[in-house]
């Protein structure tokens, strides 16, 4: 089983709709999950932290399932500019090389 | 300047050069990424600095593959005797909060 593993799509959704998609992690004893968006040829960008309890920021939510080891990211009212490729990253903690990013799900919201 | 800034944002080069790829990180950021990426793959952790901590080098994938960091800042990625699946972009971060980096925009490697 890969450390992180995510769905690479691509999804097509429409402009409007919601949307969610999973990554799932191998290593139990990880200590934080991080989503980040990087768009066509261009870097990775922070998108929001994973915290134990969820967290919202906007039209975005994420949740964290520690007993079945998955991380969640919900994207309500989609816009065009969603477009994206969302990475999942995971801290296993404590390591210095703990940050193993996923290979991404590709998102394409179609007007 | 504000963000992490790499140096050159393209390099094309023979096999069998070496090649030096700059990343100059977020001032006062005490960590520093350098990772890869192919055409349409994920990312590839590389190397790892924190602080005056020895680096993280599991990720190189070989001997042919150096990282080092000056006086805390300016990072240097070296490739000797490139070969063609070097080819790739080659992204740096820095980070003072563990898990949130800010990247810059990368180099593109092209080993002909």
């Known amino acids: 089983r890969k450390e992180v593993e995510q769905d690479p799509g691509p999804f097509n959704v429409p402009e409007g709709a919601t949307v969610a998609f999973n990554c799932t992690y191998s290593?139990?004893?990880?200590?934080?999950f991080f989503w980040y968006r990087q768009d066509c040829r261009k870097e990775p960008k922070l998108l929001m932290s994973v915290y134990s309890s969820g967290n919202e920021d906007g039209r975005f939510t994420a949740q964290l399932n520690r007993a079945s080891q998955y991380i969640s990211l919900l994207i309500r009212d989609s816009k065009l500019s969603d477009s994206a490729t969302y990475l999942c990253v995971v801290n296993p903690g404590g390591g210095a090389d703990g940050l193993t990013f996923g290979k991404g799900t590709h998102l394409i919201i179609q007007p | 300047g504000a963000g992490v800034s790499q140096s050159p944002s393209n390099k094309v080069t023979e096999k069998g050069k070496d090649v030096e790829l700059r990343c100059d990180p977020i001032s006062g950021h005490t960590a520093l990424y350098w990772y890869r990426q192919s055409l349409g793959q994920g990312l590839e952790f590389l190397i790892y600095f924190q602080g005056n901590s020895a680096p993280d080098k599991s990720g190189l994938p070989s001997d042919r593959f150096s990282a080092e960091r000056t006086g805390g800042s300016v990072s240097t990625l070296t490739i000797q005797r490139t070969q063609q699946e070097d080819s790739a972009v080659y992204l740096c971060a820095s980070s003072l909060i563990h898990g949130i980096l800010f990247f810059g925009s990368g180099t593109q490697l092209s080993v002909l």
């Open positions: 290593n139990s004893a990880s200590q934080s």
